[in-house]
């Protein structure tokens, strides 16, 4: 279905997140790095969607989606954290982030999102 790429410093997060996509039937970039991320956003020939988490090292989930708006303008983003601030939900306003997911998430939740913010980028591409 779709490429998606998935940034979470946590290894555990990264792992779950990873195989609920991959049944969902997408296909998985996944990173525990922003930093990697970014090398993901430049090479990576098609993404359909970036899922990233907030507070990463060495590039934080913010400065990512700002490198992804510059390099891949039209790819929809969903950030899902713990650390959801009415802030932060400002600035990805700004940003033009098409969805967020405060931690802990369910299953549901989780894949209702992804569902949602890759039909809703369908829908605005063949409009």
Known sequence: MARILLIDDEPNILCILSN???SDGHSIAGTLRGDKAKQYLRSEEHLDL???DL???PVDGMNLIKAAREIRPSMPVVIISAHIT???E???AK???EGILRKPW???EFLTKVREVL???TTNVTT
Do not use: I, N
Request: aromatic share 4%; hydrophobic share 50%; no cysteine.
């Open 95 to 97: 940003l033009g982030v």
């Open 86 to 88: 009415p802030e932060v």
């Open 90 to 92: 400002e600035e990805a």
């Open 106 to 108: 369910s299953v549901d």
């Open 119 to 121: 039909q809703q980028a």
């Open 55 to 57: 507070r990463m090292w």
């Open 20 to 22: 609920l996509l991959q």
């Open 50 to 52: 970036m899922v990233t």
